[in-house]
């Protein structure tokens, strides 16, 4: 696993200068949760000691929801390797298990719309942030530019001609790639509502407007899935999730999930 190899070599844990005074000593300790939180980065942390030398054993799983004070894990073996890893299973355990507890709050605030993530993401780690947010009872929205169409505000002033969008559109959606398509105002909403797209984003409407939208657009397109974007936070998303929209994306899911408390205690 490159980015847990790449990881240690960051923090030096392969020419430690300090673990080395513990001499031949072994130990065994626990990785203790010190607040409620939904577990992820169990696989990272596992492979993290198995590259330092030392026995990972798993007490939760990734997903899991899990009580202050909950055994996470065990970790056993010489002491300077134990301690050589700690930071770097550390650092993955409390930043996903992060994303992931995050992702499992909004979850629960948006019911019944469904959250999904952003590529607002760390640089180097989407798939791992992308893969917390699953474990937080989130979606997933494209991986990336490769994997899906979403035309956004400066795609549309870059065109610059609606008809024009239309015809790109439909030539799309004959190569059978998922397209969003966002709106800014209930006129495009309506207009891009006979658009062929899988999904309509309705980005920065205030809840009253997002009402106003999902009413509308009902009329014209039943059936296409729509998602509020924009102004998106633990105190909003309720009223937003409430206005009728399937789903609502959040960037802060990645972008601005805080860590969770993790101590690794040795016995």
């Not at 909004?106 to 947010?133: I, N, S, Y």
């Amino acid at each position: 696993m490159d980015v847990v190899r790449r990881a240690l070599r960051e923090d030096g844990a392969f020419r430690d200068l300090t673990s080395p005074i513990v001499g031949n000593a072994r130990a065994r300790a626990q990785f203790i949760a010190k607040q409620d939180l939904v577990l992820c980065g169990m696989e990272q942390a596992a492979e993290t000691f198995r590259l330092v030398g030392a026995r990972f054993i798993p007490r939760a799983r990734d997903g899991q929801k899990l009580r202050a004070g909950s055994t996470v894990a065990t970790v056993s073996g010489p002491a300077r390797r134990v301690l050589s890893g700690e930071r770097t299973a550390l650092n993955f355990l409390q930043q996903l298990s992060g994303v992931a507890t995050l992702t499992h709050r909004f979850a629960q605030l948006a019911r019944p719309a469904k959250v999904f993530d952003t590529r607002k993401t760390t640089p180097g780690l989407r798939a791992l942030e992308k893969h917390a947010v699953l474990c937080g009872g989130g979606h997933n929205h494209r991986m990336g530019l490769h994997d899906g169409v979403m035309i956004k505000d400066n795609h549309i002033a870059a065109i610059g001609d609606l008809e024009v969008l239309r015809e790109r559109v439909h030539e799309l959606a004959l190569k059978r790639v998922p397209i969003v398509i966002e709106a800014q105002t209930i006129g495009e909403a309506l207009l891009f509502a006979t658009f062929p797209v899988q999904v309509l984003m309705l980005d920065n409407f205030t809840p009253s407007l997002l009402r106003r939208a999902v009413g509308l657009v009902r009329r014209v397109n039943p059936a296409i899935p729509l998602e509020a974007s924009g102004g998106v936070n633990l105190k909003t998303i309720r009223k937003i999730a409430s206005t009728g929209v399937d789903r609502v994306s959040i960037g802060a899911l990645t972008h601005s999930a805080p860590a969770v408390d993790i101590s690794l205690e040795f016995e």
